[in-house]
């Protein structure tokens, strides 16, 4: 009986602590960027160019870099009212070759038009127009941060297969870190599969970086497929088709995004 009373009052001082955090949130506001994103309009670095351009209204004035979101306040996106998104979409899907990474209607056969979801979402990073593989979209632009931000060094993992045959210094090379784009890759885990196809877990995001990186030692790729993002996995998803992320992934997801940042990724 006594450990039944213990657990109900360290409930209610939970509960209690929860309350007034959000009624000290709702006092504060919330930033602009912020509530564009978890309305799942767009990203927070979009959000920042929005405003930039003078896109978005909070009632009749302008909104600018800064400013917060009240109770009651009606925000305008290019002059249509936002309505906060309740559900949390997040979708794995397994990009063909030739679609493109964006929601940009000038980019021929983009992502989102490929997949017709019926609600706004958008890509978590990118996979060039000839990579194929596991790529994730959402509606929650807080978490696209905290997942693709280099300095939280979270995972992806690819099977490659180059035109010629593999050499141990190739792998060693790869592995260390190869010279592009003014910099040096960061040391990653590469191992080879076949005579021509290795897997490689990158923990950042350059441009084409797998593709330059092979360049770079003279090798050219052929097939690029990404299998893993963090733990969510391609499995035996067909091509050009999507699924929900389980609720285990989901959860899993949240425990290691739990301490990252989510400062806007920077180009």
């Not at 790869?174 to 599969?193: A, E, F, Y």
Request: aromatic share 8%; hydrophobic share 35%; glycine share 8%.
């Amino acid at each position: 009986m006594r450990d039944a009373i213990v657990w109900s009052a360290d409930r209610f001082f939970g509960i209690f602590c929860f309350i007034g955090k959000e009624v000290m949130g709702e006092q504060n506001g919330i930033r602009i960027n912020k509530y564009l994103s978890e309305a799942g309009v767009c990203s927070r670095r979009e959000a920042d160019r929005a405003l930039t351009a003078g896109w978005i209204r909070i009632g009749s004035k302008v909104a600018g870099l800064g400013d917060r979101v009240y109770p009651g306040d009606t925000v305008f996106f290019k002059g249509k009212a936002v309505k906060m998104e309740e559900e949390q979409i997040l979708l794995a899907f397994h990009k063909p070759r030739g679609v493109v990474c964006t929601t940009a209607k000038k980019e021929g056969v983009n992502i989102v038009d490929y997949i017709n979801y019926p609600k706004r979402i958008y890509p978590i990073g990118r996979l060039d127009k000839e990579s194929t593989g596991l790529i994730l979209l959402t509606n929650n632009g807080d978490i696209v941060n905290k997942m693709m931000r280099a300095g939280n060094y979270h995972e992806k993992e690819y099977v490659v297969t180059v035109h010629r045959e593999i050499t141990d210094e190739f792998i060693m090379q790869m592995s260390k870190g190869v010279h592009i784009l003014d910099t040096v890759t960061r040391p990653c885990k590469i191992w080879k599969t076949g005579a021509t196809e290795f897997h490689i877990i990158l923990t950042q995001g350059l441009n084409r970086q797998i593709r330059r990186m092979c360049e770079a030692l003279g090798y050219k790729v052929r097939t690029l497929k990404r299998l893993r993002i963090m733990n969510i996995k391609l499995g035996n998803l067909k091509e050009g088709t999507y699924r929900p992320v389980t609720d285990s992934e989901w959860k899993e997801l949240q425990r290691l995004i739990q301490d990252s940042s989510n400062e806007t990724v920077k180009a």
